[in-house]
């Protein structure tokens, strides 16, 4: 776990400030100052007039300009929002996560952030949760497995949220750490080489989670996965020496008649292609294959540490897809944990073939909704690029509660639609249906039309990460590698599940 920082809120005068930095916001062409920005002005000798006159300060949206002083407050950070019009939430988090990067990257371990200047016309406690969210994603840092001068990796250790409001912003800050921690944690694991993180340790790592946060958790073998005739999930694990695990955790926050929301996460921990082995680069990154599952197991987490007055379970089906002598192979057919039977086109489609038995047995628990999180498709990056999720629902009400987390915790998200035509093109010569539609057509809804025939007739989400899980820029709450995808998304749906 590399996320160290903490987020605190204080109100003090800001001529008063002690920290080593202040962060203060300016619109585009709005650089005046008010009553508290002048006092602080007055204090430090004109500094802050006179710097954005002299220096044609502008407030454009990524502009970061410190004036150094040599008393209090050593810098005094402008920090460009571009303009109000156009300046949302978003804005505010990765505005914020891009300075605190820099103050990072400048030896700064403590600093504070004068909330007023970000606030625009949103309210305060909107402001500190997205605040707080956009410090402690925006320097997160993977370095686990450097070796050479661990003790200069530069770190924040603290960030105040000054407001002068006089609220304490307890449940934000508390919200926001606990989701940050989520989404870091997430990250550490998918980020985490596939040599390390084999099915056997992710699935002890799932333990370790449960026993510290409480919750109810059972792990299958792959001898168990067998004899329950997981067909398509052990057709797909057969190729690796590393055998399969599925973890399925529970937590109980609302009454125990409550049904509870199935969340289902792909959790292929390295995938090679199989016979139908990935080309260079293709196959590289494929750790985050797994990227569903991790997701999965750190939302349950956040969900019991914030007590969230909901039931949760999670099923994460655990393999390898790897080459070998016992690979599954194009033209098998497999019979799902449901009985369908399945004629294989390609090993590299694999996701939804462990996906399909997860789900049949997550649809046997009767809970009221599930919703399934997967690296499903390269097609995912043809829709939407880097800039949202796209995902399919069967359920109105499951649909609303999903738009709605997305505007809310600002993971975009993008429903496309399961057109009967889509179906036809599952057809198959030998088998119920087959894994596959036709090259190039529609992939992510073809993917998604093959997973609706496991989860019967409840209420059901798939949400495509394929592109979304892993991040190519440093930038904003965005660091290179694994994104953390769907936990603000999904922390979102189940604060309001009601
Ligand atoms: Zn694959």
């Known amino acids: 776990m590399n996320q160290t920082a903490s987020v605190i809120t204080a109100k003090v005068g800001l001529a008063k400030a002690k920290d080593s930095a202040l962060l203060i916001g300016f619109f585009k062409d709005k650089t005046g100052l008010n009553a508290e920005l002048s006092e602080l002005d007055k204090e430090y000798g004109n500094a802050v007039s006179s710097y954005i006159k002299g220096n044609s300060f502008k407030g454009d949206k990524g502009e ?37 990067k820099r ?81 870091n944690k997430t990250r550490d694991l998918i980020n985490t080489p596939p040599n390390v993180a084999t099915p056997e340790y992710v699935a002890g ?72 082995l990935k080309p260079y680069p293709y196959i590289l990154n494929m750790k985050d ?97 880097y800039a949202g999720t796209p ?6 009400s499951l649909r609303k509660r999903l738009n709605n987390a997305s505007a809310k915790s600002l993971e975009k998200l993008w429903e496309l639609p399961l057109w009967q035509e889509y179906e036809d093109s599952l057809k198959s010569d030998v088998a119920d249906v087959k894994h596959i539609g036709d090259e190039g057509e529609a992939g992510v809804i073809t993917a998604s039309m093959f997973l609706k025939n496991f989860v019967g007739d409840i209420p059901w989400a798939h949400i495509d990460i394929g592109t979304t899980v892993w991040s190519k820029v440093d930038k904003g709450i965005l660091t290179k590698g694994a994104t953390g995808a769907t936990v603000r998304l999904l922390m979102e749906m189940m604060r309001e599940w009601k």
Request: glycine share 8%; aromatic share 8%.
């Open 64 to 100: 970061i300009k410190s004036i150094y002083a040599n008393k209090g407050i050593k810098n005094i950070v402008l920090v460009g929002l571009g303009e109000e019009e156009k300046y949302g939430l978003d804005v505010l988090s990765n505005t914020i996560a891009d300075a605190s």
């Open 103 to 183: 103050m990072r990257d400048s030896k700064t371990e403590n600093f504070s952030i004068f909330l007023e200047s970000f606030k625009g016309r949103f309210r305060e406690e909107d402001c500190v949760e997205k605040a707080a969210l956009g410090i402690l994603m925006g320097v997160y840092q993977f370095t686990e497995y450097k070796t050479k001068d661990k003790d200069k990796i530069k770190k924040i250790r603290q960030a105040t949220i000054i407001s002068n409001s006089g609220k304490t912003f307890d449940n934000e800050i508390k919200y926001a750490s606990a989701v940050a921690d989520a989404v």
């Open 205 to 276: 790592y799932a333990k370790e989670i449960a026993k510290k946060s409480n919750l109810k958790c059972t792990i299958f073998d792959e001898k168990q996965i067998e004899s329950m005739k997981m067909g398509c999930f052990i057709g797909v694990s057969q190729g690796s020496i590393n055998k399969p695990r599925m973890i399925v955790l529970e937590y109980y926050g609302a009454a125990k008649t409550q049904k509870p929301i199935a969340i289902v996460g792909k959790g292929v921990t390295f995938d090679s292609g199989g016979l139908n």
């Open 289 to 385: 294959d797994k990227g569903g599952a991790v997701a999965a197991m750190h939302i349950i987490e956040a969900c019991a540490r914030l007590r969230l007055a909901v039931n949760i379970i999670v099923i994460t089906p655990l393999c390898e897809n790897m080459p070998s002598g016992t690979s599954f192979r194009p033209d098998d057919v497999l019979k799902a944990y449901n009985g369908t039977t399945v004629e294989i086109k390609n090993t590299d489609a694999e996701g939804r073939l462990i996906l399909a038995d997860a789900l049949s047995y997550a649809a046997e628990k009767k809970p009221q909704a599930i919703i399934d999180i997967a690296t499903l498709t390269g097609a995912s990056l043809i829709v939407l690029g």
């Open 391 to 396: 995902f399919v629902c069967t359920d109105e």
